[in-house]
């Protein structure tokens, strides 16, 4: 089987689906690579180190010809998807849910669609696969860095000759991979920093990084299946908040890291609470979209100061901006994937498996996953395909 590692083309992506590092541990299971020329660059991996690792370095053209797979971090393009031949698979983040037409596009031409999106992230055996979590993890360090960036003081406590500077109070709303690690690394920066989750069982995992966590009086456990958020009915999410707002108002930094799969993600910051912000406040907006985000008046990609100086930093694709790091985990992660679905040297398709029922989009020419056929309003087949739940981070 040969499995193809193509260079990403969306604007700012600059991480690569497979690392040297990985391609000789795919050689045992009878997958050779190939990979696009150039694809490592944005990671500052070059060629030749591909070469040396095993990999074969081909042009674009001859990629989409020879191979049975090809991998991906993020959706392909247009252009690639006219490429691609039935009987070909692809894997990467392709976001079903937010785009189900790519699927029904990838069904029609006849190509299976793997999108590691769909990874049933409690199964304890698919946590070497989980790329939404590595992500999240590069996203948050990088969440909090990019506040100690934007914030027009020091994050900790300085005693010098000039004087004394007070520590950044840090707030962070969602106690998920992201969240922790947001929280993590602000503490690291010197930064007073509180924490908030609507699941109970958060309260101590933020206790255990040296933060505080903020109990709400007017919204009760939100804990769903799996040890994930139950979305909020309206007046929890107005509860939430109005309470908030309060807690915003009294810190620097405010960092949201709530998201939904193909859904919008939940409001915590609102016009009021933003209102109330001193002026030189940042706020970091993890979960911003263009279905909207977790603050009042983000924009994906964009910072936006409001009238009363207060930064919104809609930080939409952040584990980019760490291309090394983010390639690295990431090809764990599409490797791990991909030797799982291997058998005899080739791309072994069963739906029957609690791991494919979850990751398996589109194959033989039909969308098999049930959430997705239900976006298409298609019938889905029901002996294939399983519900994504939603998640936070």
Known sequence: MKAAVVKETAPGERRVALVPDTVAKLRPAGIEVLVERGAGQGAWLT?????DAGATIVGTAELFASADVVLTVTKPSPAMVDQLA???????????????????????????????????????????????SSQANVA?????????????RFFPLLITAAGTAP??????????????????????????????????????EVQSLGATFIDLTSVGSAAGEGGYARELTAEERQAQQDELAGHIA?????????????????????????????PGSVLVDMGASALGGNVSG??????????????????????????????????RNISALLLHMTSDGALAIDTTDEIQAGVVIAHDGRIVQEAVARLLQAE?????????SGTTD
């Open 47 to 51: 060629d030749a180190a591909y070469a």
């Open 86 to 132: 039935k009987g070909q698979a692809i894997i990467g983040m392709l976001a079903p849910l937010t785009d189900p037409e790519l699927a029904a596009a990838l069904a029609a031409r006849g190509v299976t669609a793997v999108s590691l999106d769909g990874l049933p992230r409690t199964l304890s055996r698919a946590q070497p696969m989980d790329a939404l």
């Open 140 to 152: 948050g360090y990088k969440a909090a860095l990019v506040a100690a960036g934007a914030f027009g």
């Open 167 to 204: 520590p950044a109070r840090v707030l962070v709303l969602g106690a998920g991979v992201a969240g922790l690690q947001a929280i993590g690394t602000a503490r690291r920066l010197g930064a007073v920093v509180s924490g908030y989750d609507v699941r109970p069982a958060s309260k101590g």
């Open 250 to 278: 009294r810190h620097d930094v405010v960092i949201t890291t709530a998201q939904v799969p193909g859904r919008r993600p939940p409001l915590l910051v609102s016009d009021e609470a933003i209102k109330a912000m001193s």
């Open 298 to 331: 983000s924009r994906p990609g964009e910072t936006v100061v409001t009238g009363n100086g207060v930064r919104i930093i809609g930080a939409d694709n952040l584990p980019a901006s760490v291309p090394t790091a983010s390639s690295n985990a990431y090809s």
């Open 380 to 388: 889905p087949d029901p002996k294939e395909g399983t519900d994504v």
